[in-house]
């Protein structure tokens, strides 16, 4: 009977050790996850932030970078620094997440390992030192983070519909309404459709009418043009905008009067053209006088001059003037 009771007690003492190293002092890590918003659209980013408050001697391995968040891409990843206060510690990681597909999603929970070093025999060093060099002294567990919902809206801000009964559609006595409006509805559309098609048809085998274009003269819209820039000319004050669009008034002349010079040329590519074209050798002399005199008011910031811009206006208004 002696024997029994000290094996009883023996058993008491050991269960109760157990326990209390199983919970040293109260919970050992505390978790909390949230988003900074809970509705957003297809490919916007959201903040996803973890934290962790815990005692001093927990040490807790909080997730990195590479972790699978289901539908979530993981675009950055951002680690908080520990925050001490008293004897808790709090520390944290933050994850930018986006989404490409509409719907109602979840974050899914992760866990977090950690390990309880409180009532141990710690060595002299830190916890960091003691982990580092193997130590198995602490209580490992693992908690889980929530899992956090978000709504993705399109793109055009729509809700997202919501999940169809595919059991009720299979009544027939609740949903012969629903089938007859649906009915309805197919019969409308392809009346339309049938009405569509046969007006198209019609209009395809009417005959066309033969488009006629009018093109204007390039002297005249060159001329007209030129008699607008003038008009800007108050007080005969020339400025850069002056030279830059008489240079763009002679481009667009020489472009629709002459079919090898186009507007896509370079100053240089343009009077080489010129010179090797019989019909325009004759007013390339003064063409290229105001082309590149334009592009260096332009582009290489020489000063305007009132009494050379007179002199190029009567220029390009003869040139103008030579093919009307």
């Known amino acids: 009977m002696g024997k029994k009771a000290i094996s009883l007690v ?10 209390t190293e199983e919970a040293p002092g ?23 932030e973890i934290r962790a408050t815990h005692p001093s001697d927990v040490l807790v391995t909080l997730p990195g970078e590479g972790i699978d968040f289901g539908p ?39 866990d977090i390992p950690y390990t309880d070093y409180r009532k141990r025999a710690l060595p002299e060093s830190s916890v960091e030192e003691a982990l580092s ?14 899992p956090v919902e978000i709504t993705v809206q399109s793109l055009l801000g729509e809700e997202p519909s919501a999940p169809m009964d595919i059991q009720k559609l299979r009544t027939p006595e609740r949903n012969k309404g629903l089938r007859v409006i649906f009915k309805t509805f197919a019969l409308l559309l392809l009346s339309i459709g049938v009405v569509c098609i046969g007006i198209y048809g019609i209009i395809r085998l ?5 488009a006629r274009i009018s ?15 003038k008009k800007k000319m108050t ?26 010079l186009t507007l896509h040329l370079t100053t240089t590519e343009l009077l080489e053209r010129m010179v090797n074209y019989p019909p325009c050798r004759s007013i390339t002399d003064k063409a290229q006088e105001i082309l590149r005199i334009s592009d260096l008011v332009k582009f290489s910031d020489r000063p305007v001059d009132s009494e050379e811009f007179t002199t190029f206006l009567k220029s390009a208004e003869e040139i103008f003037s030579s093919s009307s």
Do not use: C
Not at 26 to 48: C, M, Q
Not at 235 to 260: C, F, I, N, W
């Open 26 to 48: 109260g919970k050992a890590l505390t978790l909390s996850a949230r988003v900074d918003k809970r509705t957003i659209r297809v490919g916007d980013e959201v903040l996803y």
């Open 206 to 210: 009417m005959p066309k009418p033969i």
């Open 10 to 19: 023996y058993l008491i003492t050991l269960s109760l050790l157990f326990w």
């Open 133 to 146: 060099a193997g130590s198995s002294l602490g209580m490992r567990g693992i908690e889980k983070t929530e």
């Open 72 to 110: 979530f891409e993981a675009k950055r990843y951002r680690p908080l620094p520990r925050r001490s206060g008293g004897e808790e510690v709090t520390e944290g990681v933050d994850f930018f997440l986006t989404i490409f597909k509409p719907g109602v999603w979840q974050i899914p929970p992760l």
């Open 235 to 260: 007080g005969g004050t020339v400025t850069v905008m002056h030279y830059k669009e008489l240079s763009k008034t002679l481009r667009d002349y020489l472009a629709k009067q002459y079919d090898p």
């Open 215 to 229: 093109r204007e003269d390039p002297s005249n819209a060159a001329l007209r043009a030129l008699a607008e820039l």
